[in-house]
């Protein structure tokens, strides 16, 4: 299986270094040829990593990750080819972040749409996953939590490709949590707003959400 990721941001190189470490090919692309942070990466990434565009990127990979600007999405897609992602999976990791009144952000998408679903739209043939949209980049490979890692929470329309996440994230160190359809992208993207706001709150930035179920002598409420 061939990796290409759109991102040269935090994610992007995370993932990638990800991918690159269990010895998948990789390539990492940016809107430009010869994108610095993508140079720095592959070379970094000697012999499973290389560099390109978003759409080198997007013809490279059998799985696509897309990790950029979570605003720009029909953009990136129509930069990238929707032709190279005919029939593949794409894992959505991307929030759209709206920032037009500072910190802590907002979101550019809300009600009944989401980002996740603004990419499957710009994307029709391809089988759209959202997931890791929900945890800090440096926990996306291989974390160590307190207690065992929770389960990443994913969504999709297409179930074999959530299958395919899911053995994904087991190589990563995730279980997986099924949210049904990619309708659920609306909830998980905001859970980011949620996870800021816990680091706001705490000052710890290593969080991330774990679902729990009650004793089994719990009564169960009305
Ligand atoms: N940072 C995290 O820990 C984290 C965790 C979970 C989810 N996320 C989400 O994951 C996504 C990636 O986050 P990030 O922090 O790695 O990086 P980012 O700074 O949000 O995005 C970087 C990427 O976006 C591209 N980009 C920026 N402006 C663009 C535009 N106008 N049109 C097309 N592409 C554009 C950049 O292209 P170039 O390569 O050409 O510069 C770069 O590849 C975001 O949606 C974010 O909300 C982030």
Same mark, same amino acid.
């Given at each position: 299986?061939?990796?290409?990721?759109?991102?040269?941001?935090?994610?992007?190189?995370?993932?990638?270094?990800?991918?690159? @470490?269990?010895?998948?090919?990789?390539?990492?692309?940016?809107?430009?040829?010869?994108?610095?942070?993508?140079?720095? %990466?592959? &070379?970094? =990434?000697?012999?499973?990593?290389? &560099?390109? /565009?978003?759409?080198?990127?997007?013809?490279?990979?059998? *799985?696509?990750?897309?990790?950029?600007?979570?605003?720009?999405?029909?953009? *990136?897609?129509?930069?990238?080819?929707?032709?190279?992602?005919?029939?593949?999976?794409?894992?959505?990791? @991307?929030?759209?972040?709206?920032?037009? $009144?500072?910190?802590?952000?907002?979101?550019?998408?809300?009600? =009944?749409?989401?980002?996740?679903? /603004?990419?499957?739209?710009?994307?029709?043939?391809?089988?759209?996953?959202? &997931?890791?949209?929900?945890?800090? +980049?440096?926990?996306?490979?291989?974390? $160590?939590?307190?207690?065992?890692?929770?389960?990443?929470?994913? &969504?999709?329309?297409?179930?074999?490709?959530?299958? /395919?996440?899911?053995?994904?994230?087991?190589?990563?160190? %995730?279980?997986?949590?099924?949210?049904? @359809?990619?309708?659920?992208?609306? %909830?998980?993207?905001?859970?980011?707003?949620? %996870?800021?706001?816990?680091?706001?709150? @705490?000052?710890?930035?290593? =969080?991330?959400?774990?679902?729990? +179920?009650?004793?089994?002598?719990?009564?169960?409420?009305?």
């Amino acid at each position: 299986m061939k990796v290409g990721i759109l991102g040269t941001g935090p994610v992007g190189r995370a993932l990638g270094h990800g991918f690159a @470490t269990l010895g998948y090919e990789t390539m990492i692309g940016a809107r430009e040829a010869g994108n610095a942070k993508a140079a720095e %990466w592959a &070379a970094a =990434h000697a012999g499973s990593g290389r &560099a390109g /565009t978003f759409a080198d990127a997007a013809a490279f990979g059998d *799985v696509i990750v897309v990790a950029t600007l979570g605003t720009v999405l029909p953009e *990136v897609a129509a930069a990238a080819g929707p032709q190279n992602f005919a029939g593949k999976v794409v894992i959505d990791t @991307t929030n759209p972040l709206d920032m037009s $009144r500072g910190f802590p952000p907002g979101l550019a998408i809300v009600g =009944h749409d989401s980002g996740g679903e /603004t990419l499957q739209r710009a994307l029709p043939e391809a089988r759209v996953v959202k &997931a890791f949209n929900t945890v800090n +980049n440096g926990l996306m490979f291989r974390p $160590r939590f307190e207690g065992g890692p929770p389960a990443m929470m994913i &969504a999709g329309n297409d179930a074999d490709a959530k299958v /395919t996440v899911s053995r994904i994230l087991a190589e990563f160190g %995730w279980p997986a949590l099924d949210l049904g @359809t990619l309708v659920s992208a609306r %909830w998980l993207e905001a859970m980011c707003i949620a %996870w800021v706001m816990v680091g706001i709150t @705490t000052g710890k930035w290593d =969080h991330a959400f774990k679902v729990v +179920n009650a004793a089994s002598d719990t009564p169960s409420g009305e």
